[in-house]
């Protein structure tokens, strides 16, 4: 009975060990493992600030044509010499081809648009675009052809002028190129001739020995004859 006690004690004591850890596991909150998950969890991904609408930039409007400028060139196939002067909606143009074709040309501007006319059907019809005016013009032949002329800063330009020259009366028109070449026709009693060179520092050329005033068209002058 000696021997026995003590391992019937041993024996109550895990047994009471075992009691008690059933109880407090039974106390644990069932749920707390997936709460304790649920909070370590990473966060998803945010959603992107909201950024302001912001509308398409406007393109840029194309410049407006100059209310004053002298366009100067050459048709397509160089057959003849333009020029064009502006100012404030009025024209004055002139062509040639520095032999015998000439045509003396008056119009108007509105908006990008040249329109021009002379004696015998002249024509000239385009379109200011920046610096250069494109388009197409026609002789009082009938013949047309078209054309490109660019901006001509003085002295270049469109110039006529009218003198005397051995008595008989002299009138010439000249085309001055921004490169500073020269095309122009000298008319003298019914007879057309190349233009004489032009001194643009002068004011005119001299011409058998004569001096025959030119002045620079602009836009809104009377140019050509009659006028």
Not at 22 to 51: C, F, I, K, W, Y
Not at 127 to 138: C, E, N
Not at 176 to 191: E, H, K
């Amino acid at each position: 009975m000696k021997v026995r006690g003590p391992l019937v004690t041993l024996a109550a004591v895990a047994t009471l060990a075992l009691v008690l850890l059933g109880m407090n596991l039974s106390r644990t909150p069932a749920g707390r493992p997936a709460d304790l998950a649920a909070t370590q969890a990473p966060a998803g991904p945010r959603a992107a600030p909201a950024t302001p609408a912001h509308s398409a930039p406007a393109p840029p409007s194309a410049p407006a044509a100059p209310t004053e400028a002298v366009y100067a060139g050459r048709s397509s196939g160089d057959e003849v010499t333009v020029a064009i002067a502006v100012r404030d909606g009025a024209a004055a143009g002139y062509l040639c081809d520095g032999t015998a074709i000439e045509a003396w040309l008056e119009g108007t501007v509105e908006g990008d648009r040249v329109s021009l006319s002379g004696a015998d059907g002249a024509r000239l019809s385009g379109s200011i675009d920046g610096d250069a005016v494109f388009g197409t013009v026609r002789a009082d032949a009938g013949q047309s052809w078209p054309f490109a002329a660019e901006v001509a800063p003085p002295p270049a330009g469109l110039y006529q002028g009218e003198g005397t020259v051995d008595g008989t009366p002299t009138r010439i028109g000249w085309i001055v190129l921004p490169d500073g070449s020269q095309v122009g026709i000298a008319t003298s009693g019914g007879r057309k001739n190349p233009a004489p060179a032009l001194d643009p520092g002068r004011g005119g050329a001299t011409v058998a020995g004569a001096f025959v005033p030119a002045e620079r068209i602009e836009g809104g002058d009377a140019a050509g004859w009659p006028r």
